[in-house]
């Protein structure tokens, strides 16, 4: 359980990383995305280990990736500027 928590948290600090290194102006400052990959690393973790009881380390580190890249993803901001229009124009 702690190598699969250890090796979950350290794959979504590389995710997160790798995600602020490609997209640095869609993300917002980098203190708020590598605790964001963290946090839902291990919260895939747990989710897949509690729905499984005790699946494979593989199992596991794919749900881990899952939830993280899906966490990083509502973080993402649009590219261009949105023009928006005055509800009198």
């Known amino acids: 359980m ?4 250890l090796s979950s948290a350290i794959l979504g600090l590389a995710l997160a990383l790798a995600a602020h290194r490609r997209l640095p102006h869609r993300l917002p ?13 291990l ?8 729905a ?22 509502l973080l993402l901001r649009p590219a261009g ?3 928006r229009r005055s509800a009198t124009a």
Do not use: C, K, M, Q
Not at 2 to 5: F, G, M, N, T
């Open 43 to 50: 919260l895939g973790a747990f989710l897949v280990n509690s």
């Open 52 to 73: 499984l009881d005790a699946g494979s380390l593989l199992t596991v580190l794919l749900g881990a990736v899952i939830v993280s890249v899906a966490s990083l993803s």
């Open 81 to 83: 500027r949105l023009r």
């Open 2 to 5: 702690l190598l699969e928590a």
């Open 29 to 41: 400052a980098r203190a708020l995305v590598l605790p964001t990959g963290v946090a839902g690393a």
